[in-house]
């Protein structure tokens, strides 16, 4: 069930919209922010979801907006018929969500904020919020709004420690935050478009979730035992088929890999390259899917989806000033931190007088748990037998694949 349009995109600034009797989506579209967290790229945009919900007795506003639309926000709630405002719910600490709190306490002077222990020293810390406006909840602690009621899960780790679910009983909504969100800023109030948000919700988990992927798969499971029937995030759509997301992160949570190996490269004089289309076509060849990246003209989130599933790595570039190419260095540094689910890794590139850069990277890479096959590197442009040696590691990294538990 859907509710209706209370206003839409054209008649105000910020969409105020009905998803049930008594709580409403407000979204702060922001179509022309590329970067997140000054690394993350965002090509499709993004939104910050705040929920307003009205109960008999008391109202809530489920997480706020990033600074900059905070006024955006103030003006939408008052849009909304918004009087007073009781509690406002921080699901998490990041400025994303929280950076408009201020704002609405200011208006709202009677307003609590409502969170975890750790979000509230949290938010102490990062917007400076006095420590008599917080209302701290425990794990499954409930608050009623007369006809409504706020249970707050705790889910630590997606995206920060401090981060917490909200579930609206009557109405089984959950308000999920960051979990189960994509970045995406677009007119949809529900994930019509499946293919789109499925693509965007993974990229999100890749660049956000993937680090924690312990963490979510236990918070999955903690949260398998509630009804939920809508699935209310502050960055991306609404999910009214929830088994559509869920389904989604079992997967890309699970210890399963596909049959899949990245290559991210960097080629200055072409060297390089002519070795990464050997091993590619070599791959391809013994049956293995290739998603090949030439880093300085690659989206560094597509490299991160990239991961989510796949077995291998090989990182190949050239020796610059003895060490690897700088951007081989960040794509290895940010898969260490991403930390997917990879089984082997493998370096090559060419090099002209020596170098240490099969030392260097893998001096990058410590928190991956995996077995790193033996390197192929050339001097200067490859001749016929070092390519043969790029077919053994082809050879190698197939007959490794055959080992492991592969998806389909
Ligand atoms: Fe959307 Fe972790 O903030």
Redesign the pocket.
Known sequence: MRGANVRTISEVKMAVRELRPGVLSLSALDWNRRLFDSLIPLPDGTTYNAYIITGSKATALIDSSDPAKERELLENLKNAGVGRIDYIIAN?A?Q??SGAIPAVLKEHPEAKVVASQKCTEFLQDLLHIPAERFKPVGDHERLSLGNKTLEFIHTPWV??PETIVTYLQEDKILFS??FF?SHIAGSDLYADDEAKVLSSAKRYYAE?MMPFRAMIKINLEKLSGIDIRLIAP??GPVHDNPSLILNAYREWTSDAVKNEAVIAYVSMHGSTEIMVNRLTEGLIKRGITVRQFDLPKTDIGEVAMALVDAVTIVVATPTVLAGPHPQAVYAAYLANLLRPKLKLVAVMGSYGWGGKMVEQLAGMITNLKVEVLEPVLVKGLPREEDLLKVDALADAIAKKHSEYKLMD
């Open positions: 998490h990041e994303d969500h995206h920060w935050c960051d969100g956000i502050s960055h």
